[in-house]
């Protein structure tokens, strides 16, 4: 077992399953730790990313629709979800799947697949839609992070203002 867990290549995908981690970790292990050839680490990563989406909407479809089954859930999801969906809508409409992609695809704590799922979910958006927003994101992410990682942390200076002591 722990040698298949110190596989260099399997522990890229097990990074990239992790709530919270997701190719933000894979991607600098995979290409700073492990010294894997930069395409063969983004590649993985990028595919284990976009096929962690559909399984968590899936389930979370499942789960939920378990959940209201109760009738006290199913009261606070009418009267919470249910109304926000109704007020964000317009916002949705007119961000939709690239703004859904956006939050997905900026590696910041809190975003990613997981809370994009979530976020996707309870915003209304269809299986489709949230998939093509899973693909766009994650190739966003894929992206700002490969070119942090190859060209350090010089990259970041284009986000943060130099402070003159």
Not at 17 to 31: K, N, V
Not at 33 to 38: D, P, R, S, Y
Not at 102 to 125: C, D, K, N, T, W
Request: hydrophobic letters at 55%; proline letters at 5%; charged letters at 15%.
């Amino acid at each position: 077992m722990v040698e298949f867990i110190s596989n260099p290549y399997v522990l890229i995908v097990l990074l990239t399953l992790a709530p919270f981690l997701e190719l933000r970790a894979s991607i600098p292990y995979g290409i700073l730790v492990a010294k894997l050839n930069c395409v063969t680490v983004v590649a993985l990563a990028v595919v284990a990313n976009i096929l962690l989406g559909p399984i968590l909407y899936v389930l979370l479809d499942t789960m939920l629709h378990a959940v209201l089954r109760l009738p006290l859930a199913k009261r606070l999801w009418d009267r919470m979800i249910l109304r926000t969906q109704r007020k964000i809508h317009p916002l949705v409409a007119k961000y939709g799947v690239w703004g859904l992609s956006v939050f997905i695809g900026i590696p910041l704590p809190g975003s990613g697949v997981y809370s994009g799922a979530i976020g996707g979910y309870l915003l209304g958006f269809t299986k489709k839609e949230f998939y093509v927003s899973t693909v766009l994101g994650v190739l966003i992410a894929a992206a700002i992070v490969t070119a942090v990682v190859l060209t350090g942390a010089e990259t970041l200076r284009v986000f943060v203002k130099a402070v003159k002591v």
